[in-house]
C-alpha cells in the first residue's frame, strides 16, 4: 500500500501490544514505513512463560524472543531505556538518543513494585518477572511440604486467571513429588470469585479447587508478610500460616509514564474506542491504560489492531472508523494437562459476557498454536526462543 502522508511513528514498549502495532503496520507498508520501536530489554516473553520457568518446565533462557531477530520492513527496533516522554511535543528521550514523532504510541505495560507489600522481598516469592518466577521455581523445588499460600496483592493485576492457574499447578507439582498429603495450598483474592467476568469459569475453579482440597480466601488482598513468625496477613487482619509464599506484587504505571504527566488514578486514560489519549497525536494501548478490559496480551493485541488500522488511514490520507471491541480469548490451565479457554467482551457501560469451554486435553494444543502464530508473526516463521 502507498504511503501518502508520510509520517515519523514511534511506539514505545516491544510487548505484545507494540509488536502487533508495528508487525501490522510493517506489513501493510513494508519500506516505506517510518516506525522507530524502543524497549530496552533484549528480547520478549509471554506473561504464560513465566509459569513453564516457575514449574521448571523451561529454563528463563528459553522463554526469551530475541528482538535482534526482528526483521519487519518499515521497522527500526531501537534498545533503549525511555528517560523521558513529553506527549505534547511528542519527543521521547532515550539513553540511545531523542526521537520526535508525528504519532506516539506508548506500550510500556506495567512495572512491578514487591517493595510494597512489606515481607514479600525479604519472606516470599513474587512470580511475574521472569526473575521471580525461576527463583520461585527454585523454592519449589527444596520445598518440603507445609502451608503453600499464593496470594494477590493488590488490583488491578495482570492475567486475572493466573493466581488460580497456579494453585492447582502448585497441586500437581506436590502430588507429584509425594508431598500433597501433610501440606495445604490457600490462594488469596482480592474478589469474590477467581474472575468476576466469568462467572462460568470462576464456578468450574472453584469446582477443580473444592477437588483438590485447595482452600480459595476471597475478598481481601494480602497486605503484608511477617517472614519471623511465618504469617500472611491479609486487609482485614486475618493471619495466614505459611511455608513457602508465591505472590503477585503490586502493579504500577512506569515511572516515565508518571513522570510525564500522562497518569491519572494510576494508569493512562484513553477513549475506549479508539485508544487516543487527551494529548493529539498520542495513542495508549495494553496494560499501560485504564481502558477498561484486564491487563491481559490478548486485551492489548486487540488495541494495537484498531490503532494500527487508525495510523494506517492516516498514513493514506485517510480516515478509518475502526473501534475497539473489548474482546479477548484466553486459554487457562487447569492442571492435569487440562485447559479452558476464556471468551470475554468488556463494552463500556455494560456487563462482560462471553463463553466459557470446560477444560479439555485437546486446548493445549490451542495454547501452545496462540503464542507460536504470534512469534511467526511479529519474529518471522523461523523464529525461535533462547
Ligand atoms: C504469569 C502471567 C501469565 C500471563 N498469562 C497471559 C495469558 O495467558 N494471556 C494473555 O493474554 N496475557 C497473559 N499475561 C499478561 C500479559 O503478559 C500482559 O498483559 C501483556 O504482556 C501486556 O502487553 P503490553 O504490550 O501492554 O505490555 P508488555 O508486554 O508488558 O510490554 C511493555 C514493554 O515496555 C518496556 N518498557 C517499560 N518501561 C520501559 C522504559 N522505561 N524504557 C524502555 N522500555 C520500557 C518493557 O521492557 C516491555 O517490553 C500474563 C502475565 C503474567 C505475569
Known amino acids: 500500500m502507498r504511503i501518502v502522508r508520510v509520517m515519523r511513528i514511534v511506539v514505545l514498549g516491544a510487548g505484545f501490544g507494540g509488536l502487533e502495532l508495528s508487525s501490522v503496520l510493517s506489513d501493510e507498508f513494508g519500506d516505506a514505513l517510518d516506525l ?31 528482538y535482534a531477530d526482528l526483521v519487519k520492513p518499515g521497522v527500526r527496533f531501537v534498545r533503549a531505556e525511555i528517560l523521558s516522554l513529553d506527549p505534547v511535543a511528542r519527543r521521547v528521550v532515550t539513553d540511545a538518543g531523542t526521537f520526535d514523532a508525528d504519532v506516539l504510541v506508548v506500550a510500556l505495560g506495567a512495572d512491578y513494585d514487591p517493595a510494597a507489600t512489606p515481607g514479600l522481598i525479604d519472606g516470599g516469592h513474587e512470580f511475574y518477572s521472569v526473575a521471580g518466577a525461576a527463583a520461585a521455581g527454585d523454592a519449589l523445588s527444596a520445598f518440603a511440604g507445609g502451608e503453600v499460600v499464593i496470594g494477590v496483592t493488590s488490583t488491578p493485576f495482570k492475567c486475572p486467571p493466573a493466581p488460580s492457574e497456579t494453585a492447582l499447578l502448585v497441586h500437581d507439582l506436590l502430588v507429584a513429588r509425594g508431598i500433597r498429603t501433610g501440606s495445604g495450598i490457600t490462594l488469596v483474592m482480592p474478589f469474590g470469585v477467581p474472575i468476576p467476568p466469568s462467572p462460568d469459569a470462576s464456578r468450574a475453579i472453584l469446582a477443580a479447587f473444592a477437588e483438590r482440597d485447595i482452600r480459595f480466601a476471597p475478598d481481601r488482598p494480602v497486605s503484608a508478610l511477617v517472614p519471623h513468625r511465618r504469617v500472611v496477613l491479609l486487609s482485614d ?15 504500577r504505571v512506569p515511572a516515565v509514564v508518571e513522570a510525564a504527566g500522562m497518569a491519572e488514578d494510576g494508569w493512562i486514560p484513553v477513549d475506549s474506542l479508539t485508544l487516543e489519549t487527551r494529548f493529539p497525536g498520542v495513542y495508549a494501548i495494553g496494560d499501560v491504560t485504564s481502558v477498561g478490559t484486564p491487563k491481559a496480551g490478548v486485551f492489548a493485541e486487540g488495541q494495537a489492531k484498531v490503532v494500527a488500522a487508525r495510523i494506517a ?3 493514506r490520507d485517510g480516515t478509518s472508523a475502526e473501534a475497539y471491541d473489548g474482546r479477548g480469548i484466553c486459554y487457562m490451565e487447569f ?15 455494560q456487563p462482560p459476557h462471553g463463553t466459557f469451554d470446560t477444560p479439555t486435553e485437546d486446548a493445549t494444543a490451542d495454547k501452545e498454536r496462540f503464542g507460536t502464530s504470534r512469534v511467526a508473526r511479529w519474529f518471522g516463521p523461523g523464529a525461535h526462543a533462547g
Open 335 to 349: 492442571g492435569a494437562g487440562q485447559v479452558a479457554r476464556i471468551d470475554v467482551t468488556f463494552l463500556k457501560g
Open 313 to 315: 488511514a492516516r498514513l
Open 237 to 251: 487482619g486475618t493471619e495466614l500460616p505459611y511455608d513457602l509464599f508465591l505472590g503477585i506484587p503490586v502493579h
Open 36 to 66: 522507530v520501536l524502543v524497549d530496552r530489554a533484549d528480547g520478549f516473553v509471554f506473561g504464560f512463560s513465566k509459569l513453564d520457568v516457575m514449574f521448571g518446565r523451561i529454563p528463563p533462557a528459553a522463554a526469551r524472543h530475541r
